[in-house]
């Protein structure tokens, strides 16, 4: 099945600074390929997906890029402010409609 | 629209208790997900629904694990009897069929058993 590594299992950045977590997956059969932000005692809120068909996806300050021939996707956060301080977790589309969950990134943002 | 709804957010219970936890998803979606969270496992899926048939449960822990949707708008997770490793957070989702993996988290139950 599908297995999802991420990194790093925490991140600090200053106020202002990019934040980039990078995700790599197992089964190239894999095409959908969601992030989610969970704040503390929150479930996850998906914030940003990518099929396969496109190799980057921006929304405001957050983009996503994918990489199929390396099996790997990145989240980019520019100018990160303090309500951006959450777990970030990537995921990959599994067999049988399913998602499997990276181990998560805690980003905290220095003021 | 109110989003995915659980209860109880916290539960705490003793060893050998039964424990049901409730969620209502988003009105007109079609799919209904339980996930576990723990810092060990990370989030796991349990069990899924599409239109109240469950069809796939094979993250189930044990025959202790039950799930069952009667329908559209409500669901139920039983853990009888509870163990000490059951605690976790137990989160709900829902989905539409047009969007299967785009799926809405509600706010989860904390359930400690003791």
Redesign the interface.
Known sequence: GENVEQHPSTLSVQEGDSAVIKCTYSDSASN?F?W?KQEL??????II?IRSNVGEKKDQRIAVTLNKTAKHFSLHITETQPEDSAVY?CAG?AA????T????TRVLVKP | DAG?IQSPRHEVTEMGQEVTLRCKPISGHDYLFWYRQTMMR??E?LI?FNNNVP??DSGMPEDRFSAKMPNASFSTLKIQPSEPRDSAVY?C?SSLRTA?????????TRLTVT
Do not use: R, S, T
């Open positions: 959908y969601p989610y005692g929150k479930g996850p809120q998906l997906d977790f589309q049988g409609n399913k998602l969950f990276g181990g998560g | 995915v990370g989030l899926l899924y069809i796939d989160f989702a299967l993996l785009k799926q809405y988290f509600g706010p989860g």
